[in-house]
């Protein structure tokens, strides 16, 4: 799994203004609201790859809890795992973190995983494109070397939700960019879905004069890591 750049990793509401990353805010003030644009949920915050940068921000306090806003600490770490990455398995142990305002605890969970899931964002969303342009979930499966059933699972549940998802993200699209192009109907919800998901990531990489946004990565960053997870959107 790679260490890089994440362009946007994490959320934070200021009233109406939404802070993306360490960048500048961005102003949401009289946007319609097609889908919720805070996607920080539960006790999961999401954050770059790199382990040094991420302990680097907590001793300095510059990663703020999404409850209160208050500064987070360190406070151990997580339950080690096994993720599937593209290129084979990869142990993961996600940094825990404190808020020294209001008390509760949070998973600092790197930008390329998602919850509850046992692989990469990056593998997840590849079968979520390859369904988006017409492919079938056994074909998938084969195509990635993984169970049939897992690969169903995931496609189910992101179609089950494409149009809420589809407006959560063409909401961060209109906030990202002052004149955004919109994009054109796709041949289904789950392609329409994903359209605006790759608009959302094009627009960050302009905003923040960035040579690429990870699609994937920004999907995590905006859900907060429950793209597939229950009550999200």
């Known amino acids: 799994m790679r260490r890089g750049l994440v362009a ?7 009233g109406e203004h939404v802070g993306v990353g360490d960048g500048p805010p961005v102003s949401l003030a009289g946007v319609p609201r097609e889908g919720r644009a805070v996607a920080l949920g539960g006790a999961v915050v999401t954050v770059e ?3 040094d940068a991420v302990e680097r921000r907590l ?3 510059r990663l703020a809890c999404p409850g209160c806003g208050g500064m987070l600490t360190g406070w ?3 339950r080690e795992r096994t993720v599937r990455g593209p290129h084979g398995p ?3 142990r996600p940094r825990r973190s404190r808020c020294a305002g209001c008390g509760v605890t949070h998973v600092l969970l790197p930008v390329v995983l998602l919850v509850r899931r046992a692989d990469a964002a990056v593998v997840i969303g590849s079968a979520l494109a390859a369904k988006a342009a017409g492919g079938g979930y056994r ?3 084969a195509a990635l070397s993984r169970p049939v059933d897992t690969v169903r699972g ?4 992101f179609a089950g939700r494409a149009e809420p998802v589809r407006g959560v993200f063409t909401v961060w699209l ?3 960019d002052p004149d955004p192009v919109m994009p054109e109907p796709a041949a289904s919800s789950c392609a329409d879905a994903l359209c605006a998901i790759e608009a959302a990531a094009r627009a960050a990489a302009r905003r923040f004069v960035l040579p690429m946004v990870s699609v994937w990565e920004l999907a995590v960053a905006i859900s907060g890591g429950r793209l597939l997870a229950p009550g999200w959107p």
């Open 90 to 92: 990869v142990r993961v």
């Open 174 to 176: 209109r906030a990202l």
């Open 139 to 141: 074909s998938i499966a």
């Open 49 to 51: 790859v790199d382990a």
């Open 59 to 61: 001793v300095s306090g």
């Open 8 to 14: 946007v990793d994490r959320v934070r509401r200021h």
């Open 76 to 78: 151990g770490h997580g």
């Open 154 to 157: 995931w496609i189910r549940r």
